[in-house]
T-cell receptor
Framework: QKEVEQDPGPLSVPEGAIVSLNCTYS??????FMWYRQYSRKGPELLMY????GNKEDGRFTAQVDKSSKYISLFIRDSQPSDSATYLC???????????FGTGTSLTVIP | DVKVTQSSRYLVKRTGEKVFLECVQD?????MFWYRQDPGLGLRLIYF???????EKGDIPEGYSVSREKKERFSLILESASTNQTSMYLC????????????FGQGTRLTVV
């Protein structure tokens, strides 16, 4: 079993839709939870991170963590064509250098 | 503006060749990483380094080696390239600390023929 599982999609939604992206994990030692966005032919860039259960909001993006269920989500409100990218969840432990990545979800927002 | 720079965007090499992928960061980060990214498999860690001349194996180190002679530079070496090493290779760096952001290079698309 992989440590981090992510639905690969692809996901295709109309402009303005609410998008929900999800990951589950198995290791309860994970303390930091991140979402990276990767545009085509580019490296991933950090979108949001959080280290506690609950919600964190940044503009149209909300990151949600439920440690009891080992489940994290990223919500995108009022999705835009510029949101079309691959979204990768990532996690790491309180100590340790390594990030553990999901496989990524490909999102296309249709104008 | 922080930067991780990979020496090549695209490379085509022949089976059996020794291949060097170079990565340079300008942020004075201690930690540097090499990943490969394949469809359906996501990012898989090959090697990482937490200091000059220090290295740790990741999840898929077979067929690869690394070198870190200077803090800013981390090289990935394919000792004898094979077709199953055709992939996107991503370099990343992070500062030390409990949580610090990982910054990625733009990636090198390697094709082994």
């Amino acid at each position: 079993q992989k440590e981090v599982e992510q639905d690969p999609g692809p996901l295709s939604v109309p402009e303005g839709a609410i998008v929900s992206l999800n990951c589950t994990y198995s290791n309860s030692a994970f303390q930091y939870f991140m979402w990276y966005r990767q545009y085509s032919r580019k490296g991933p860039e950090l979108l949001m991170y959080t280290y506690s259960s609950g919600n964190k909001e940044d503009g149209r993006f909300t990151a949600q963590v439920d440690k009891s269920s080992k489940y994290i989500s990223l919500f995108i409100r009022d999705s835009q064509p510029s949101d079309s990218a691959t979204y990768l969840c990532a996690m790491n432990m309180y100590t340790g250098n390594q990030f553990y990545f999901g496989t990524g979800t490909s999102l296309t927002v249709i104008p | 503006d922080v930067k991780v720079t990979q020496s090549s965007r695209y490379l085509v090499k022949r089976t059996g060749e020794k291949v060097f992928l170079e990565c340079v960061q300008d942020m004075d980060h201690e930690n540097m990483f090499w990943y490969r990214q394949d469809p359906g498999l996501g990012l898989r860690l090959i090697y990482f380094s937490y200091d000059v001349k220090m290295k740790e194996k990741g999840d898929i180190p077979e067929g690869y080696s690394v070198s870190r002679e200077k803090k800013e530079r981390f090289s990935l070496i394919l000792e004898s390239a094979s077709t199953n090493q055709t992939s996107m290779y991503l370099c990343a760096s992070r500062d030390r600390g409990q949580f610090t952001e990982a910054f990625f290079g733009q990636g090198t698309r390697l094709t082994v023929v």
